[in-house]
């Protein structure tokens, strides 16, 4: 491709609405265009990032026995309300009605549909196991779009949905996928995890995300160094504490500690540690019904293990009016001495903890040396906290490391929840009726592009991994001579000729503008044409990511950049 006759719209200043590098860097190389909040279109460069993706993503599908089929964008009321789900979302599923009033949203996902399909075609457990997939747009109306191809309302998803004829079959099904989304990631060139994932409102059994390492990640995960141990935060398990509780308890006292509403301020104060104190957070769980869960003061509440605890579909802190009014106590203060008439939830950290530190139920006190039993009575004991850094580890008892990513892929188990609703049956080999066994697995592939360049950007620009580069190479005529023009032409056609992707950059423009250009844009190889070198007989040849260059005779180039580009798509195979 001529850069001169191409539209790949590079922009020299920085676009102010960006927040995060990959969204910066898609519109400054000129992938990407805004249309409205959260709604994208593909330039031809950005489209062949994602070409390259969905490409990868084919073949491991295909590979594992998955067919690619494409369901349509809008998708009946008449399903979603079959599984309860067109209530269940509001705002988030864009519904629209046709010329007859009859509703319809813009599929956000697509289980409803598949099921449907899959019930009114397959019959017997002779058409099992089957697993069907596609790529293609999704809407999601988001509260907050925002970080460009990262969190759109309109996005690109690969999402595909298993149906088996027993446990066994869907849990081999499940590990099938698992090991092609090793795989596909793997061949992207990213640097990835897969981790243990929450369920959440999807409601199946059980989970993994794939998440690519990258400290501007928004997802939270811990892992065991020592083992494969990996989670996310929200569904790391915290191990029971090992220490004893101390036997010699200290008196209950009273104290006064002005203006200490928040743990920092109170240890500030009192001269003590996070963990010696016990936050009361209160809940709203009914109309007129607080809950309290009690957390260690250095510990930070998880909610979803709360939410799932007690069977509840969203959690909202009780507002401060709420807490007034049932326990008369100062939001800031409040504490689980003389309460009785709420329920108390406390984590198990608290187990081992004695001589702690509460709020009092009035305005600037608090109390010390406050025991459990002794003192106030516990309802429940559980995993309420977050896993944190230093967290023992499930499998090996080492403790556990954090770190950050972005979540591109999603494997579920979902079991028979779409299946019964929807009547998805087969029949066994004895004529017995049974719901499929299901399992969906997506893979958010304009996610995967912007993660690839949150992992592989450097002040000047991307740096892409050779599987999912837009072109291999790209040839920088940088003196405006004769000379100069006829080796780019000629090396050009050479490597057209040899089936490498090249961009060959013969605008009319100085050389620094070339290579800012080419530099923001990520070609893995730069070839580098001046006067000064051909007068040597040589072409320098650059390494985009590590800077490393070499000078080649104009005749070797062309072989040296096919080994060099057919070896690094071959290493990430
Ligand atoms: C909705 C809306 C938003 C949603 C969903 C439904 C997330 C919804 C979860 C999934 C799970 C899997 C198939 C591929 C693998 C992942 N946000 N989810 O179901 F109506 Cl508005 O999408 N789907």
Redesign the pocket.
């Known amino acids: 491709m001529r850069l001169s006759q191409s539209f790949i719209p590079t922009m020299r200043q920085d676009p102010g609405e960006a927040e995060v590098i990959s969204h910066r860097l898609m519109l400054r190389a000129g992938m990407i265009r805004k249309v409205a909040a959260g709604i994208y279109s593909y330039l031809p460069l950005g489209l062949r990032v994602i070409r390259k993706i969905e490409t990868i993503v084919r073949e491991e599908m295909n590979r594992v026995g998955a067919q690619e089929l494409l369901l349509p964008i809008l998708s009946p009321a008449e399903l ?1 309300e079959e599984t309860g ?1 067109w209530d ?3 705002k ?3 519904r629209l009605h046709d010329r007859h009033e009859r509703n319809f ?1 813009l599929g ?4 409803e549909v598949v099921t449907d399909l899959f019930r009114r075609e397959v019959r017997s457990y002779r058409q099992l196991p089957l697993t069907l997939y596609q790529i293609q747009t999704k ?3 988001e509260i907050r779009p925002r970080f460009g191809l990262m969190r759109g309302r309109e996005f690109i ?5 298993s149906f088996d004829q027993d446990e066994a079959g869907a849990q081999q099904n499940y590990q099938r996928m698992y090991h092609a989304y090793c795989q596909i990631f793997s061949r992207t060139g990213l640097n990835f995890r897969p981790v243990e994932a929450d369920t ?3 409601g199946g059994i059980s989970s993994h995300e794939f998440m690519v390492l990258a400290n501007t990640g928004e997802e939270l995960i811990v892992f065991d160094p020592e083992s494969s141990y990996a989670a996310n935060v929200e569904r790391a398990e915290v191990a029971l504490p090992q220490e004893k509780k101390s036997e010699e308890l200290q008196p209950l006292e009273k104290v006064s500690t002005p203006n200490t509403k928040s743990v920092e301020d109170l240890c500030d104060f009192l001269k003590v540690d996070a963990s010696r104190v016990v936050k009361t957070l209160l809940y709203q769980t009914g109309d007129n019904e607080i809950t309290a869960v009690l957390i260690r003061g250095d510990h930070q509440a998880n909610e979803i293990k709360i939410q799932r605890f007690l069977g509840l579909h969203d959690l909202t802190l009780a507002s401060p009016e709420l807490v007034e009014k049932i326990i008369a106590a100062p939001v800031g203060f409040v504490g689980p001495v003389g309460i009785s008439n709420i329920r108390l939830l406390a984590d198990n950290a608290l187990r081992t903890l004695t001589d702690f530190i509460v709020g009092g139920n009035q305005t600037d006190v608090h109390l010390i040396n406050v025991n459990s039993t002794r003192d106030f009575v516990i309802h429940d004991w559980g995993d309420f906290r977050q896993a944190q850094a230093g967290d023992p580890s499930p499998k090996s008892g080492q403790p556990m490391q954090t770190a950050r990513g972005i979540e591109v892929g ?3 188990m979902l079991g028979t929840k779409y299946s019964e609703k929807m009547g998805a049956t087969y029949l066994d080999a004895e004529g017995q009726s049974h719901p499929a066994i299901m399992g ?4 958010g592939i304009g996610r995967t592009a912007a993660a690839a360049i949150e992992q592989n950007h450097d002040e000047k620009g991307i740096y892409w991994p050779m599987p999912i580069a837009p072109f291999h190479a790209q040839i920088l005529p940088v003196t405006a001579s004769e000379a100069v023009r006829v080796a780019s032409e000629q090396l050009y056609k050479e490597l057209e000729d040899q089936h490498i992707e090249v961009l060959l950059d013969d605008r009319n423009e100085r050389g620094g503008v070339k290579f800012n250009d080419a530099d923001m844009i990520g070609t893995p190889y730069h070839i580098i044409i001046g006067d000064k070198g051909l007068a040597k007989n040589t072409i320098e040849v650059k390494d985009r990511k590590t800077g490393e260059k070499i000078h080649l005779a104009p005749s070797e180039v062309t072989s040296w950049i096919k080994h060099a580009v057919m070896q690094k798509l071959r290493v990430q195979n």
């Open positions: 979603w789900r269940f979302y509001g988030e599923l864009v949203c956000p996902t697509h289980e809407f999601r109306d998803m690969k999402d595909a949905y959440g409102l999807i999603h494997v579920f969906c697995y997506g893979i």
